[in-house]
């Protein structure tokens, strides 16, 4: 089945309505880019994690279509807050993984463009969950555009289409933004 955004955007403004028929619709629309998000956001984690990304998915889906109070603005908006979602999920993981081993003092770790590609310990999901809030304070849209890249593992033509802004603009705010963050977990505040 082709995706369209006329499609998605139309269950949207549907379940903004009321039509609980409308979530059962879009499910099947948007499940395998959903999937396919979070598998590869999984491949990036450790052997041994527990959560599978099918369960990513279901459990962002619960929180997203959960309440029947969502509200969406369109398809950007929902994927941005499905990628909240994911973030969320694995960065209440990783405190609980951190939580059981009990005395480990956690580290901050320079963050890098190669660190982003690859697998990411708990401690360091930590510590840019922590600054990412702050940037979230200061610039919503940057820290936008690290939730796709970090958390979820978008390209920056994936991410540049999401937010709706040109590539150019995307590549500019995703150096201030890594700065930015870089300069937040070194200091430690």
Known sequence: MILTVSDVTRLLEAMQQGETQAAEELLPLVYDELRGI?????????SGHTLQP?????E???????DGNE??????HFFAVAAEAMRRILVESARRKRSLKRGGAAQRVELTESQLILAAPAEEMLAVDEAL?????????????????YFVGMTMEEVAA?????LRTTERLWTYARAWLKRKIGSGS
């Open 60 to 66: 962002a889906w619960l929180r997203l279509i959960g």
């Open 162 to 166: 999401t937010l709706g802004l040109p």
């Open 71 to 76: 509200q969406f603005a369109g398809r950007a």
């Open 133 to 149: 809030d702050l940037l979230a304070a200061e610039d919503p849209v940057a820290a936008d555009l690290v939730k796709l890249r």
């Open 54 to 58: 099918t369960a990513l998915v279901h």
């Open 38 to 46: 979070a598998a590869y956001k999984m491949a990036q984690e450790s």
